[in-house]
């Protein structure tokens, strides 16, 4: 069935008649398939395309009758070309292919708008695009960039984190955007592929980890003059040394004084600041380690 003749072409050959009426035929087309596209695991989409056939005659009846199996696996690459060539022969299907591999097809016999007297010829293919190493660009860059920016803690105090993470936010952005330019046009139909939601978690994940160092490091900035509960200030001293293996730098001149007047201050007021910095980095430090957790977690489940 062809909706539309300029695109449709289509070659009968090796015809051959035996004596009790039955006759043989190969028969090469192109024709318009009906296909539904499932973008879920872009860039390797798959597409389930379906043909028709039927004959149109008022004054016969048509009836198939399908010899092979109903459903077959296989596994062929799809070739660039036009049309089967008889001269060339199958040889030219190896000379150059596309990223399309047809794993399955399927041939069933059914019945046009229920009208159980018209017979038609449903063949459908199923086939997927293999594209390895894109599907791989896509992945490993930006979760390499993201388990480096969850383990910033590592790398030294709070300034050099922020320097660390806007760094990795600036590479997460170029791979969305390589990403974005090899996405179809016209968008997913309604799909949202699994690797957009990847990459919208993963940048919900950067973007309130480095809001919350940047919040650390502003308060930072203020002097305490009340130090915190001690129990607190013990459990920060572990996260940071032991955890961590860092802690505040008292050269590292974070804070500075918010009142106006510097004769406000007494000379024998006590300062809690480096203790209260303690506690801040450990909150930033332990919530970098369970995105950590929770990432890797994720990475897991999405990859495998």
């Known amino acids: ?87 060339k022969g199958l040889s030219t299907l190896a000379d150059e292919h596309s990223a399309w591999v047809v794993d399955e097809h399927t041939v ?28 791989m660009a896509l992945k490993i860059p930006i979760t390499i960039a993201t388990l480096i920016m969850l383990v910033s803690p590592l790398f030294g105090d709070l300034r050099t984190q922020v320097y660390i993470k806007l760094f990795i936010l600036s590479l997460q952005t170029i791979c969305f955007i390589y990403l974005c330019s090899i996405s179809p046009p016209n968008g997913f139909s309604g799909t949202r592929p699994k690797l957009y939601s990847y990459y919208e978690l993963i940048f919900a994940m ?32 572990l996260v940071n040394r032991v955890v961590c293996c860092i802690e505040p730098d008292q050269a590292t001149s974070y804070h500075r004084y918010l009142e106006d007047a510097d004769n406000q201050r007494t000379s024998n007021e006590p300062d809690a600041t480096m203790e209260w910095r303690h506690v801040y980095l450990a909150v930033n430090n332990t919530v970098s380690g369970m995105f950590f957790s929770l990432f890797l977690l994720i990475v897991l489940v999405y990859w495998f």
């Open 206 to 237: 950067s973007s309130f980890s480095l809001l919350m160092t940047l919040a650390c490091v502003a308060l930072s900035r203020v002097k305490r003059t009340i130090a915190p509960a001690h129990r607190f200030y013990l459990a920060a001293k």
């Open 108 to 135: 069933e016999i059914t019945h046009l708008a229920g009208i159980q007297s018209l017979e038609v010829l449903k063949v459908c293919v199923h086939a997927e695009k293999k594209m390895s190493t894109i599907r």
């Open 1 to 87: 069935i062809c909706t539309d003749i300029t695109v449709c072409a289509s070659e009968l050959t090796d015809v051959e008649i035996m004596s009790e009426g039955r006759a043989y035929a190969r028969l090469a087309f192109r024709y318009s398939a009906y296909c539904t596209i499932d973008y879920s695991r872009f860039p390797e989409d798959e597409n389930h395309c379906c043909i028709f056939f039927t004959a149109f005659e008022t004054d016969r009846e048509v009836k198939f009758d399908v010899a092979s199996d109903r459903t077959k696996k296989v596994n062929r690459p799809v070739a660039m070309q036009n049309l089967y060539d008889r001269v």
